[in-house]
């Protein structure tokens, strides 16, 4: 898996591409009213970061944390989208 480095001391980020099928497969699920919040946002974080932007700016953008969309950028590179079909957003009952 290739890597890249942004800045002099910056940790590597994994390189993201997607197939067509994934990129509509995401931007399918962003864009349907169905589809829970927290699961949108991690779709967008990886559209994001498949245009090649740093963990940092598309936090900024999208309102989340670097860590965060580290987090989901190297869990889709590892998993791709297929375990995505497998997990499920927690339900948060209301009171």
């Keep these: 898996m290739p890597i890249q480095l942004h800045g002099r001391n910056a940790r590597p980020k994994a390189e993201l591409a997607l197939s067509e099928e994934e990129r509509a497969a995401l931007e399918g699920w962003v864009r349907r009213s169905s589809t829970p919040q927290a699961w949108a946002?991690?779709?967008?974080?990886?559209?994001?970061c498949a245009e090649g932007a740093s963990n940092?700016?598309?936090?900024?953008?999208?309102?989340?944390?670097?860590?965060?969309?580290?987090?989901?950028?190297?869990?889709?590179?590892?998993?791709?989208?297929?375990?995505?079909a497998t997990c499920r957003v927690r339900a948060v009952r209301g009171r």
Excluded: M, N, Y
């Excluded at 946002?41 to 994001?48: N, T, V």
């Design 41 to 48: 946002l991690r779709c967008r974080i990886i559209l994001a």
């Design 56 to 84: 940092k700016d598309v936090a900024a953008r999208l309102g989340s944390t670097p860590q965060a969309v580290g987090r989901w950028r190297a869990r889709f590179v590892e998993h791709r989208i297929a375990a995505w």
